[in-house]
Antibody, heavy 117, light 109 residues
Framework: EVQLVESGGGLVKPGGSLRLSCAAS????????MNWVRQAPGKGLEWVSS????????YYADSVKGRFTISRDNAKNSLYLQMNSLRAEDTAVYYC??????????WGQGTLVTVSS | SYVLTQPPSVSVAPGQTARITCGGN??????VHWYQQKPGQAPVLVVY???DRPSGIPERFSGSNSGNTATLTISRVEAGDEADYYC????????????FGTGTKVTVL
């Protein structure tokens, strides 16, 4: 059974940093591109970042470019999102999701990030 | 950037058919995927590549895509289908490689 479990969310002050993790199991993690998607309270889904299976290709949404860094450790079956210079508008539930043929076929339950003073 | 527009809400009686549209410029040339999200839960893929269903998704969920509109159809609607639904495409011409629709709240009367 495919499982994605996010962790690392919490309350952080504006300008602060946070590192999210996503532990994957139930599939060959190293064979799949992975993504982070976020959802602000009461809002829709917003794609944040993608990383290819071997980390060769990395993409970011304009809203986080230069502040967030996606990475992965295939040996540990883990995906990461380093978030720096956080802003109030980064407050959201952050989901990790597996990519398959340009759709996201499995999602984690999400971790809440709150940016507030 | 590429924009996908959905109606904010759709209401339907149990047993009837709900149709959720997703509008985008020449969306018929792209593959459209649909997600269901119930309150407090993660999204679930219900239709991919316009009209295919992942294993475990009921046949009541179907999709179509042509011209400037893609449609998710839920037949014989049940109370458990009440949720938010999002369409999604992959757009290589935009920095937002994954583009999501604005979302539609389906209410079962």
């Amino acid at each position: 059974e495919v499982q994605l479990v996010e962790s690392g969310g919490g309350l952080v002050k504006p300008g602060g940093s946070l590192r999210l993790s996503c532990a994957a199991s139930g599939f060959t993690f190293s064979s799949y591109s992975m993504n982070w998607v976020r959802q602000a309270p009461g809002k829709g889904l917003e794609w944040v970042s993608s990383i290819s299976s071997s980390s060769s290709y990395i993409y970011y949404a304009d809203s986080v470019k230069g502040r967030f860094t996606i990475s992965r450790d295939n040996a540990k079956n883990s995906l990461y999102l380093q978030m720096n210079s956080l802003r109030a508008e980064d407050t959201a539930v952050y989901y990790c999701a597996r990519e398959k043929r340009r759709n996201l076929d499995y999602w984690g339950q999400g971790t809440l990030v709150t940016v507030s003073s | 950037s590429y924009v996908l527009t959905q109606p904010p809400s759709v209401s339907v009686a149990p047993g009837q058919t709900a149709r959720i549209t997703c509008g985008g410029n020449n969306i018929g040339s792209k593959s459209v995927h649909w997600y269901q999200q119930k309150p407090g839960q993660a999204p679930v893929l219900v239709v991919y590549d316009d009209s295919d269903r992942p294993s475990g998704i009921p046949e009541r969920f179907s999709g179509s895509n042509s011209g400037n509109t893609a449609t998710l159809t839920i037949s014989r609607v049940e109370a458990g289908d009440e949720a938010d639904y999002y369409c999604q495409v992959w757009d290589s011409s935009s920095d937002h490689h994954y583009v999501f629709g604005t979302g539609t709240k389906v209410t079962v009367l």
